[in-house]
């Protein structure tokens, strides 16, 4: 990302709001503040906000209601969202995720955790040079008439229809598409996804699973691309061809 990173930050707690701009704006980033939800819609019209630090605890609208809402807006369905939950709350979590958040912290939390939390969702959510095996930029990688083009980021439906992946998403379908029938355990998955972001045992990789089901499997509860290995993970069913994407 050549520009500053813009994020905003939003919190009722005046304390919480304060120390966390502060902090991030010493470590490089461009930092606005919200106190609720009305306040962060302001926000995100008027500036280009690159990812969202946002509490699940909101005064009016809570953080989980919020989520679906930026997930089904046109202008903010990929803006990355790092959602604030209470410690030891697995439900709100896993409900976050849900709700399309790409990572989750539990309060109280070290300032230095969400700067590492933010820094690994925002190389997530950015084009990336390519690892070493992993399909090159300007690649197309087809499957069952989907397309995913790795420098745009994008995936399109057999029917060409664009379809809106979150940057937790998107790296998960990377992970399954750059290694087709292949059992991935959890652990691999999040090594490949997620470059270890997430805590051991992290629940995260299924609901991630579930979402993108939804979004390219016939009938996802009866899924047929990625399947599900009894003790063992997932797998990724369909043969994938590449090829040069379209300039």
């Known amino acids: 990302m050549d520009r500053t990173p813009h994020l905003l930050v939003v919190d009722d707690d005046r304390e919480i709001r304060s120390l966390v701009s502060q902090f991030l704006t010493r470590h490089g980033f461009r930092v606005t503040a919200a106190r609720d939800g009305q306040e962060m819609m302001k926000a995100l019209e008027t500036a280009r906000i690159d990812l969202i630090v946002l509490d699940l605890m909101l005064p009016g609208e809570d953080g989980l209601s919020l989520c679906r809402r930026l997930r089904a807006g046109s202008a903010t369905a990929a803006v990355p969202i790092i959602m604030l939950t209470a410690m030891g709350e697995e439900t709100d979590r896993i409900i976050g995720l849900e709700m399309g958040a790409d990572d989750y912290l539990a309060k109280p939390f070290g300032p230095r955790e969400l700067l590492a939390r933010i820094k690994a969702v925002l190389r997530r959510a950015v084009a990336v040079p390519a690892a070493p ?55 691999q998955l999040l090594d490949l996804a997620r470059g270890r972001a997430a805590v051991p045992f992290d629940r995260s990789v299924d609901v991630q699973v579930s979402r993108l089901r939804r979004k390219i499997e016939p009938d996802p509860a009866d899924p047929t691309i990625i399947k599900t290995v009894r003790g063992g993970g997932y797998i990724f069913t369909p043969a994938v061809t590449t090829g040069p994407a379209a300039p």
Request: negative net charge; proline residues 5%.
């Open 133 to 187: 095996g992993a399909a090159p930029t300007g690649t197309l990688l087809r499957f069952e008439g989907w397309s995913l083009d790795v420098a745009k980021r994008e995936l399109r439906s057999p029917d060409g229809v664009l379809v809106q992946l979150s940057a937790g998403e998107y790296d998960l379908l990377v992970a399954f598409v750059e290694h087709p029938q292949r059992v991935l355990n959890r652990d």
